[in-house]
């Protein structure tokens, strides 16, 4: 009898920690992470059952997304490799978000190159965060007056990765900053040195999600979370990013 006993309270406390985490996640879907008056773009990319077809900038700044093609895959947004797009248009709180320094954050995961064998999981045609060669192998380009920056860090096919992208253009020679679930990683450069160039604006191109403009290079693969900020994160910044999301992950 004691050892029934026993079994049934172990039963009890899993199914209460169980549904305790079920609780917590929903609760979280509904909750964005608290912002600052550097955050210019929020997308929580999770599915909402009051809103059908766009994605709600959290940031307030009224980026609001239209969803084409993309299906809610909780958490995030599941992309064909084909022609699935969000367009969140080129509000002016984010245009040239690098300019003096700024930090990209977003949650992905990569089932393949993607469309044309590069993805895109996030740009404003000047400036990209895409697969590149293979599929273990992510870029960060960043488009200059003569010779284009492009940057490659690593990761793994098939699980998600927390990325913090941290860079100004005005050091044009610089290599970006690249964090990896709140880890700063290598960041290889490939191709021509940016040198002094002077950065191109970006204010006539729209900020999308999972492709580009002209639809050639949809993302293969789950797109999560992301912000856009006008600010420069530290590293403890990145590493807060990190895990204060983790938990939907």
Not at 3 to 12: D, F, G, H, K, N
């Amino acid at each position: 009898m004691k050892r029934l006993l026993a079994t049934l309270l172990i039963v009890v406390i899993l199914c209460n920690v169980g549904l305790t985490r079920l609780y917590d996640e929903e609760l979280y879907s509904f909750i964005p992470m608290k912002t600052g008056p550097d955050t210019v773009a929020y997308y929580k990319l999770w599915d909402s059952p009051f809103v059908s077809g766009s994605v709600f900038d959290y940031s307030l700044n009224g980026n609001t997304g239209t969803v084409t093609g993309a299906l809610p895959k909780n958490p995030g947004y599941l992309f064909d490799a084909a022609d699935d797009e969000i367009d969140c248009g080129s509000g002016s709180s984010i245009d040239d978000i690098f300019l003096g320094g700024g930090t990209a954050s977003i949650w992905l995961l990569s089932d393949g190159l993607g469309q044309n064998n590069s993805g895109r999981a996030i740009g404003k045609d000047k400036w990209y965060l895409a697969m590149l060669s293979d599929t273990t192998t992510l870029s960060f380009s960043r488009d200059f007056t003569a010779t284009p920056g492009l940057w490659t860090i690593q990761i793994v096919a098939g699980i998600w990765h927390h990325i913090v992208i941290v860079y100004d253009d005005d050091l044009a020679a610089t290599n970006p900053t690249i964090y990896v679930n709140g880890i700063s990683v290598t960041v290889t450069r490939v191709g021509g040195v940016p040198g002094n160039d002077n950065g191109t604006s970006d204010t006539t191109a729209k900020l999308l999600i999972g492709d580009t403009d002209n639809s050639i290079a949809s993302w293969d693969g789950k797109i999560g979370e992301i912000m856009l900020f006008n600010t420069e994160k530290t590293a403890a910044e990145a590493k807060g990013l990190y895990e204060t999301s983790r938990m939907r992950y």
